[in-house]
């Protein structure tokens, strides 16, 4: 990098690094502290769509519909997860 010069010491070039990577997840974890991250509706449908996939209904949303709109990638990962490590996907 240009404005690091060679006798810069690793420890500094390290730090230059870390702290503004470890600042951005301070203030992340700060701000959705209170209420959580948010969910958009898209968010709903892929976690109910993994809910479903982890029961053993398929790729159906929370009203048992077929799904055909979204992506099955997403749910499917989601669905794996919370097979594998019994943790819910919100």
Same mark, same amino acid.
């Given at each position: 990098m240009p404005f690091i010069h060679n006798s810069t010491s690793p420890l500094a070039r390290f730090m230059l690094f870390v702290v503004? +990577?470890?600042?951005? %997840? @301070? %203030? +992340?974890l700060v701000a959705t502290a209170s209420y959580g991250a948010g969910l958009s509706p898209d968010s !709903?449908?892929? @976690? =109910? %769509?993994?809910? *479903?996939?982890?029961?053993?209904?398929g790729y159906v949303d929370r009203y048992g *519909?077929? +799904?055909?709109?979204w992506p099955p990638l997403y749910?499917? +990962?989601?669905? !794996? @997860?919370?097979?594998?490590? =019994? !943790?819910?996907?919100?």
């Amino acid at each position: 990098m240009p404005f690091i010069h060679n006798s810069t010491s690793p420890l500094a070039r390290f730090m230059l690094f870390v702290v503004p +990577v470890v600042l951005g %997840i @301070i %203030i +992340v974890l700060v701000a959705t502290a209170s209420y959580g991250a948010g969910l958009s509706p898209d968010s !709903v449908g892929y @976690i =109910s %769509i993994a809910r *479903q996939l982890a029961a053993g209904n398929g790729y159906v949303d929370r009203y048992g *519909q077929d +799904v055909a709109v979204w992506p099955p990638l997403y749910p499917t +990962v989601l669905g !794996v @997860i919370k097979l594998l490590f =019994s !943790v819910d996907p919100l």
